[in-house]
């Protein structure tokens, strides 16, 4: 352990800026993939442990669109894209059947999804490491902050992620849909009598899901390097984040997600040998503290 770091970073500007910034976009990545899981959680009732997964897929389907059109943003709306349908294949053909089974067969059946698409990765690119590197309109000189150093594609990632946000926030808040959306959370046999095919909105909202997952991964592309299994590690952090924020609040992901990348970012210099640790210490504190979490529902 190292305290005395971690008091001169957070008592030096340059320090706390460059800290923050990696803070943050660890933070959005979370957010990204915890908001898709907390969303199929508040609509479906179901915890998908094969989210991870998803965005392991698009951090590769990603890779192949860049590579085949150089070019970096239809690669991340190809991931999108990619993953969601895919996701709405998984959700008709196997999700829906234990919908209302015990959660051991619904953990049965993501696992072998998790296993089934680590050797699918394998089968299709390899088992080595891959990188999809630096795309070249973000090679450009880091922006000089405080006397911190803040890489151009660390702001490119978080505004993409605030724009993602405020679109979900304004989707489940301002639109019809949305509306749909939540009463079938709230009580989805009102909603089927109503008329409304839920059904359709459990594939869309799976969907929905999936692609900000997919979208997640193709956007870590060009800072974090691929390889089968990539997606188990931002699982564990994405229930943490959800656990955090509150099952079924994707405010509260949000939340979360930029704690838990804070905790990352500044517990690797005071701390580096146990920052999981301090991840799994904050959401014990905040589980006790209140256990419906931060922005969920406490009982």
Excluded at 222 to 244: A, D, K, N
Aim: net charge positive; aromatic share 10%; hydrophobic share 55%.
């Amino acid at each position: 352990m190292n305290p005395q770091e971690l008091f001169e970073c957070v008592t030096s500007l340059s320090c706390i800026v460059t800290q923050t910034s990696t803070g943050l976009i660890v933070g959005a990545l979370l957010f990204l993939v915890a908001a898709g899981l907390t969303l199929i959680f508040g609509v479906l009732g179901v915890i998908n442990f094969a989210h991870g997964s998803l965005y392991m897929l698009g951090a590769y389907i990603g890779l192949t669109a860049y590579h085949t059109t150089g070019s970096y943003l239809l690669a991340v709306v190809g991931a999108g894209v990619g993953v969601a349908l895919f996701s709405v294949v998984f959700e008709r053909l196997f999700m829906r059947r234990v919908y209302n089974a015990d959660v051991l067969m619904q953990l049965l059946v993501c696992y072998a999804f998790i296993l089934i698409l680590d050797d699918v990765v394998k089968l299709v690119w390899g088992a080595e490491f891959r990188s999809m590197g630096m795309p070249p309109a973000f090679q450009v000189p880091p922006l000089f902050i405080g006397g911190g150093i803040v890489p151009v594609f660390y702001l490119v990632l978080m505004g993409a992620a605030s724009l993602i946000a405020l679109a979900l926030w304004y989707v489940l808040k301002h639109t019809r849909t949305g509306k749909v959306v939540r009463a079938a959370a709230h009580n989805p046999v009102m909603t089927s009598a109503l008329g409304i095919n839920t059904h359709l909105i459990y594939a869309g909202v799976f969907a929905c899901g999936g692609m900000l997952a997919g979208i997640a991964g193709a956007l870590a592309g060009p800072v974090r390097s691929m390889s089968p299994g990539m997606g188990f590690s931002i699982l564990i952090e994405s229930f943490i984040v959800t656990v955090i924020g509150g099952m079924g609040s994707v405010s509260g992901a949000l939340v979360g997600a930029l704690l838990i990348g804070m905790i990352r970012s500044f517990g690797s210099i005071g701390f580096p040998d146990f920052v999981e640790g301090l991840m799994f210490l904050a959401m014990g504190l905040i589980l006790v503290l209140r256990p419906g979490g931060l922005m969920g529902r406490s009982h």
